[in-house]
C-alpha cells in the first residue's frame, strides 16, 4: 500500500521570503503521479502542482516549484517570494498512474502542513 | 472551469438519523469521489465511482453507502449517523483524459449530536 507522510504540521514564513515544505512517500510503483493541492482558509481545495513520476525534470508554476527525488520517494514544495495568500493548509497526494477500470485516480494524501505567512 | 457543488457547507444532524450529502459536477467526468477530513488525519477515502451505479469501497467505508444514478450526480449516505461521523466531507471529481487532477467541492461540515 501507499503511504504519503508530510512531516512538518505546521510552518510559517515571512512575507516575501522562500518556505519549502517536505514530502516523502513510499510505493511500489513505477508510474505515477504525485501533487501539491492547497486549501486556504474556508475555502476550496486547489491544485498547486503536479509531478509526473516518469518526468526527469522537475515541475514548476510561476512561485511555486518541486524537487522530485524518485530513488529517495521526497516530493518537496518549494514557495518563493511567499504572499499572504498563500497561507493555507498544503496536502501533498500520490495517485497511481491508470491502468485498469475500476482503479481510477484515488488520491493517497498526506496529513497536511499548515503554512501561515507573516507579514 | 470545472465546477463542482455540493448541497450544503454546514448540515447538523441527530444521532441516528439517515443523512444525505450530494454533489454534483458539469464536466462531464466519469470519475467521482467522496473523502473525509479530519484534523491531524489528512483525507482519507470513502467511495469512489468510475461510472453510473458502479462504486468502489475506498479506505473508510464503514457506515457510508454511495449513489451514482446520473453520471454527474454522486451520493453519499449515512445510513444511520453517529457522532463519530462529525467531520468536513469533500466531494472531489476527475475525467479519464489526459488532464490528471482531481477537482475538489468546497466541503460540507456535518455535526452529529
Known amino acids: 500500500a501507499q503511504t504519503v507522510t508530510q512531516s512538518q504540521p505546521e510552518m510559517s514564513v515571512q512575507e516575501a521570503e522562500t518556505v519549502t515544505l517536505s514530502c516523502t512517500y513510499d510505493t511500489s510503483e513505477n508510474n505515477y503521479y504525485l501533487f501539491w493541492y492547497k486549501q486556504p482558509p474556508s475555502r476550496q481545495m486547489i491544485l498547486v502542482i503536479r509531478q509526473e513520476a516518469y518526468k526527469q525534470q522537475n515541475a514548476t508554476e510561476n512561485r511555486f516549484s518541486v524537487n522530485f527525488q524518485k530513488a529517495a520517494k521526497s516530493f518537496s514544495l518549494k514557495i518563493s517570494d511567499s504572499q499572504l495568500g498563500d497561507t493555507a493548509m498544503y496536502f501533498c497526494?500520490?495517485?497511481?498512474?491508470?491502468?485498469?477500470?475500476?482503479?481510477?485516480?484515488?488520491?493517497?494524501f498526506g496529513k497536511g502542513t499548515k503554512l501561515s505567512v507573516k507579514p | 472551469d470545472v465546477k463542482v457543488t455540493q448541497s450544503s457547507r454546514y448540515l447538523v444532524k441527530r444521532t441516528g438519523e439517515k443523512v444525505f450529502l450530494e454533489c454534483v459536477q458539469d464536466m462531464d467526468h466519469e470519475n467521482m469521489f467522496w473523502y473525509r477530513q479530519d484534523p491531524g488525519l489528512g483525507l482519507r477515502l470513502i467511495y469512489f465511482?468510475?461510472?453510473?451505479?458502479?462504486?468502489e469501497k475506498g479506505d473508510i467505508p464503514e457506515g457510508y453507502s454511495v449513489s451514482r444514478e446520473k453520471k454527474e450526480r454522486f451520493s453519499l449516505i449515512l445510513e444511520s449517523a453517529s457522532t463519530n461521523q462529525t467531520s468536513m466531507y469533500l466531494c472531489a471529481s476527475m475525467g479519464s483524459g489526459i488532464r490528471v487532477e482531481q477537482f475538489f467541492g468546497p466541503g460540507t461540515r456535518l455535526t452529529v449530536l
Open positions: 465511482s468510475y461510472d453510473v451505479k458502479m462504486k
Open positions: 497526494a500520490f495517485m497511481k498512474h491508470k491502468k485498469v477500470v475500476g482503479s481510477q485516480g484515488n488520491l493517497i
